[in-house]
């Protein structure tokens, strides 16, 4: 079976964003990035589902030549075959789908991996829109992962609880942190995966569906009180939550 | 022909729920101001409370009815909503992005060959166009964007728009369509809950720890804070990676964003990662040793004080509140 897994390249969760000067970016200066925390589940995942079915699995990542640092750490992880579906511009999730979509078709992959959401844009929609494309099932923000034959069963995660959810290939999953611990590159693995061809190419422009007018901050709240520094505070606490804030 | 606005209701145990509401205001709302009516759809075995409805409402509801279908099945609502949307012609599609929103709205946008903004936090009239706001880097930025498809789809943040009663109630406009064959090919088949928990997602009241809790066996301090005000109880991530808590409590960037009316950080440094997820809250108390903690940046309210001598206090005088 060939699996494909979906990854992307984003700013560190400790990041401080800026705005850059084109009102519609971050600035990207002093700014780390790592592969997306979600998809490191999914990484995991694929690889599991490999060593227990066999198979390959391929690793798949839509941007500019930075992203081949986070195709790099999932070859290390233990990825066959990566691709990098190279672009110039941001793309919307649905320019992302279609190419993922594009991709996976011609690859013939029948399960895939990718996170429930990326942290950079916090979109959450790409899964989904890549299985529609493809005319896949998919279960999105999964916590477990079975597959026996070609049914699929999956937690996801819900308000208050968790759905179990059926379904069978071939199929999307996009993972939730809590699905798996994700391994640690080996420094074998490191090595080989400096060694691994990474396919690139290039993906058609296309009119954005969803248009970026403007990326802005959001206004600074006004730093509250300090009201003490023990329990003789809390009469006045609980006095302005109820009377000022009337939340309780 | 007359402009459409369709929104997209969630039932949980046959009865809409609240954030379902706040998605009926926003489509009251733009009805009145861009001429629009408004359908609505339901899908599920049984409604308890579908005239709810029109207290937020003018629409039109349908509520589409199969015994499998009071769970989830991505596969067949999807179906249903396209095919319905089709018909009546909707431009703007809206629905809450709960989970359920969250994994069926892309489904239905490629269905439709709509575009879809997901998580807004507002929808702002420009000249008869739609900007939607939506956080990105878990909040710690916001993104204004516009689409440019014929049908358009907008999933809306839970908590934040608020669910505005009509002052007169609409005259109630049901039909009950009875689904045949449903395509059932990816569908929820039970669900497991926490038991006689509150979910941080949904919760009005959040009351969380984090490393000054000192262990998993003093969240019973939280617990109890929690248990008076019917607050859920939240948790950093460093207390769920430490695995004293369970993920599903985590708030913050690779956890649950929240914006509840009063959040409590009890022993919470407040992390960037957390602050982006929690800031959005109404309104914040932070209890915690040190007063240079940045959590004390985003409280409205703050005790720089031991949380084991202030804790008990703050249960005791609610309770003395509430009572």
Not at chain 1, 125 to 150: D, P
Request: aromatic share 6%.
């Amino acid at each position: 079976m060939k699996i494909a897994v979906c990854v992307s390249h984003v700013p560190d969760t400790a990041t401080r964003v800026k705005i850059a000067g084109d009102q519609k970016s971050i600035d990207p200066t002093g700014v780390s990035f790592v592969l997306n925390p979600y998809d490191e589940f999914a990484v995991e995942e694929a690889l599991k589902t490999k060593e227990k079915f066999g198979g390959d699995v391929i690793v798949i990542s839509v941007g500019g030549d930075q992203v081949k640092e986070t195709i790099r750490k999932s070859l290390a992880m233990g990825v066959d075959e990566g691709v990098h579906l190279k672009t110039g511009e941001v793309l919307d999730s649905f320019a992302i789908a279609q190419a993922l979509a594009d991709e996976i078709k011609s690859l013939g992959c029948e399960l895939v991996f990718m996170g429930k959401q990326s942290v950079d844009y916090d979109n959450g929609i790409v899964g989904q829109l890549t299985a529609e494309m493809l005319g896949y099932n998919s279960i999105s923000v999964c916590v477990t992962f079975q597959l026996e034959g070609t049914t699929v069963t999956a937690e996801r995660e819900i308000e208050g609880g968790k759905e179990i959810v059926e379904t069978s290939l071939p199929c999307v999953i996009t993972a939730q942190k809590g699905l798996n611990d994700p391994r640690y590159a080996s420094l074998k693995g490191i090595m080989t995966a400096k060694k691994k061809v990474i396919q690139e190419k290039p993906v058609g422009s296309k009119p954005a569906l969803v248009e970026n007018l403007q990326l802005k901050m959001p206004v600074a709240k006004n730093p509250g009180r300090i009201l003490g520094t023990d329990s003789s505070a809390v009469p006045e606490l609980v006095k302005l939550l109820h009377e000022e804030a009337k939340v309780i | 022909m007359e402009k459409k606005i369709l929104a997209i209701l969630e039932q949980r145990d046959g009865k809409i729920k609240k954030s379902s509401f706040e998605t009926l205001s926003v489509a009251q709302h733009f009805a009145s101001s861009l001429e629009m009516t408004v359908d609505a759809v339901v899908i599920g075995e049984k409604i308890e409370n579908a005239s709810d409805v029109f207290s937020y409402c003018n629409c039109n509801l349908v509520h589409f009815t199969h015994t499998d279908l009071q769970l989830y099945s991505s596969s067949a609502y999807k179906k249903i909503v396209v095919e319905y949307a089709s018909q009546q012609g909707s431009e703007f599609i809206l629905i809450s992005n709960t989970s359920l929103g969250k994994d069926l709205a892309p489904r239905i946008a490629i269905g439709l060959n709509a575009g879809l903004v997901s998580d807004c936090t507002a929808l702002n009239l420009n000249e008869k166009e739609i900007i939607a706001t939506r956080p990105v880097y878990a909040g710690k930025a916001l993104h204004e964007v516009k689409l440019n498809s014929q049908v358009k789809m907008y999933s809306l943040r839970p908590n934040v728009f608020k669910a505005v009663q009509l002052e007169n109630k609409a005259e109630e406009k049901i039909s009950t369509v009875a689904v045949e064959n449903p395509d059932l090919s990816n569908r929820v088949k039970e669900i497991k809950r926490s038991e006689g928990k509150l979910d941080v997602a949904e919760a009005d009241i959040i009351v969380s720890g984090g490393r000054g809790v000192k262990g998993p066996e003093h969240f019973v301090l939280i617990e109890k804070l929690a248990e008076q005000l019917g607050a859920a109880v939240g948790a950093s991530r460093a207390v769920v990676d430490a695995g004293w808590r369970p993920h599903e409590d985590q708030v913050g960037q690779t956890g649950k964003t929240v914006s509840p009316s009063l959040y409590i950080a009890c022993g919470i440094s407040g992390a960037i990662q957390h602050l982006a997820g929690m800031s959005s809250s109404k309104y914040i108390v932070a209890i915690n040793k040190d007063k240079d903690a940045p959590i004390f940046t985003v409280a409205d309210y703050g005790i720089a004080g031991d949380l084991f001598e202030i804790l008990p206090v703050l249960t005791e005088e609610i309770k003395k509140l509430k009572s």
